[in-house]
């Protein structure tokens, strides 16, 4: 988007993605984490599954973009009922 320009805005807006990136992430870990509690799943599956989404790489957006939906519709809430 700014590939042509480098300067401090540019510097600012890479960092600010990065760190929702991590934000979005963390929020899907603990969407697959309430997700096992809540389904009763066996506690060594819900973290086999939070390792795949951090060790593979289009798991890692994924896990990121439950954790933005999470954010937008509240799924926990949903997962609860």
Sequence with gaps: ?????????????????????LCMYIQGLSVIHFFGKAKSMPLALTIILMVIGTILTPFTHIVGLIGLVDLCFNLKSIIKK
């Design 1 to 21: 988007m700014f590939a042509t320009q480098s300067g401090t805005f540019q510097s600012v807006v890479l960092n600010f993605e990065i760190v929702l990136s």
